[in-house]
């Protein structure tokens, strides 16, 4: 079955039904179309619109679609409903996280005879599990990532601005294969190490920071995300004692991912152990979340999540431990779920280096 089958299939689609996909990353999931346009899939009938820019490059991408090019001054939502009125569709699904007041409005007067229902997350559902292409993928992201890590390390020069590692590691992902960046990179020295987001500034690293790196190629249009804290220069104490604390709860709760796990048992392994260490409420965002062709998907590992896991997710553990004015430490692997245990995509050494 192709994923449009699949979620047509979801769904119960009749003949007078259609969906219609404006959100790029259900677009790419269901068509293979990365150009801006839109998807109308009918129970017999599906195309992709767009506009004159993109029609080469949807007739190259899209197998199986027809390729629908909006006119001079025609919108998207006219050609959604000429294409409507070609197949009698009577009612449409439209993802309401996806489109804008004004397009529901535009889409709305143009199609006036047409009822309209809300897809719930029926092709985010579909798209937790992922099939052996894209994990794929995933892996060569991740393999990149951790490449670019390893050479990292002999890069760090004191003086050297969290903006200047950031981009170092950046241009070397795309050195090495990254088609892009699975999301904007974090690099966080010093004291700015307790922020989870830190924006990488003007901050220069010097002998005795912690840096935390944060960052993730994109293959084939799919996502890595790693963060290791590394030590530059002799670590304090308190700073090894964060480390250990961190590296020890990243490796029970990895250990507890596996298909049918619990998302709220496998966070509370992370943060029953940080907090039992004397660093309660300093680990203040969920363990860990699912990826793919966005860098944050469902299922999430967290104190509020319901779900549990299903083979061939994929999952990030990252849990962190965070002291304003002191500094930060996150230790951050993307994983394949398994029947019994999970596969780790993020090689680097969990240990803390000294660099
Ligand atoms: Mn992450």
Redesign the pocket.
């Known amino acids: 079955m192709t994923r449009t089958e699949r979620l047509k299939a979801t769904l119960g689609l009749e003949k007078r039904e259609a969906v219609v996909v404006y959100k790029p990353a259900n677009l790419f999931y269901l068509t293979g179309f990365t150009g801006e346009g839109l998807a109308l899939l009918g129970a017999e009938h599906q195309a992709v619109l767009t506009d004159f820019r993109y029609t080469e490059q949807a007739q190259r991408q899209c197998e199986g679609f027809e390729i629908a090019s909006v006119e001079k001054g025609q919108t998207h939502e006219e050609l959604t409903a000429l294409l409507c009125g070609r197949w009698q569709v009577d009612t449409l699904y439209y993802e309401d996280d996806g489109i804008t007041v004004r397009t529901f409005h535009a889409a709305q007067k143009a199609t006036e005879n047409i009822s309209w229902k809300v897809l719930s997350s029926e092709i985010e559902t579909l798209r937790q599990v992922k099939d052996a292409g894209e994990i794929t993928q995933i892996e060569k992201a991740c393999r990149i990532t951790g490449d670019t890590f390893e050479r990292a390390l002999s890069q760090i020069r004191e003086g050297m601005t969290e903006k200047e590692l950031a981009v170092w590691l950046e241009f070397d992902m795309l050195s090495h294969g990254a088609d892009g960046l699975a999301f904007s990179t974090i690099v966080a020295a010093g004291q700015n190490g307790s922020l989870p987001h830190a924006v990488p500034g003007e901050y220069r690293i010097r002998s005795g920071n912690m840096i935390t790196m ?1 960052f ?1 190629a994109k293959v084939g249009g799919y996502c890595a ?1 790693m ?1 290791r804290t590394v030590a530059f220069g002799q670590p304090t104490a308190e700073m090894k004692r964060m480390y250990e604390t961190v590296r020890i709860a990243q490796q029970k709760s990895q250990d507890a991912v596996r298909a049918s796990g619990d998302c709220r048992a496998i966070d509370a392994i992370a943060r029953n152990y940080i907090d039992a260490q004397g660093y309660a409420g300093r680990f203040g965002h969920g363990l ?2 699912s ?1 793919g062709i966005e ?2 998907e469902s299922p999430r590992l967290s104190a509020t999540a319901s779900a549990t896991l299903v083979e061939n997710q994929l999952m ?1 553990v ?1 849990p962190g431990v965070y002291l304003p004015g002191v500094g930060g430490v996150r230790i ?1 692997n993307t994983v394949v779920v398994q029947s019994d245990d999970c596969r780790v995509l993020t090689l680097p050494t969990r240990e803390l280096l000294i660099v």
Do not use: A, K, M
């Open positions: 944060d993730g995300d963060t860990g979340h990826l860098i944050h990030t990252e951050e």
